[in-house]
């Protein structure tokens, strides 16, 4: 499953992005998850204007794996999980 997500991120002074939070929707009341750890596994080239970074997002006691595709020139996020996840359901 693929899903818009809202992701609040830091970005170094070189244009690397860092995810930290993550967030599915802006309903009120909707949970944020903490992205306890993240990898960037693949960067903006000429074939791809994306990056993807492969994330450990934390909410409560539940973690969950996800990957998080960053399109640099739309500034917009996007969230893949696996149809099986509890993420996959919100």
């Known amino acids: 499953m693929t899903k ?6 830091s970005f170094n002074p070189d244009g ?10 802006l309903d009120k009341g909707a949970p944020n998850y903490k992205i306890i750890d993240s ?9 791809a204007n994306y ?3 492969r994330c450990v997002a934390a909410a409560g006691q539940h973690t969950h794996e996800v990957t998080l595709r960053f399109y640099g020139l739309e500034c917009k ?3 893949t999980v696996n ?5 996959a359901a919100e």
């Open 4 to 9: 818009r997500v809202y992701v609040i991120a």
């Open 83 to 87: 149809n099986s996840s509890p993420l």
């Open 77 to 79: 996020w996007y969230l």
């Open 16 to 25: 690397k992005v860092l995810p930290l939070w993550l967030r599915l929707s």
């Open 39 to 47: 990898k960037c596994v693949s960067t903006p080239n000429r074939y």
């Open 51 to 53: 990056a993807d970074f």
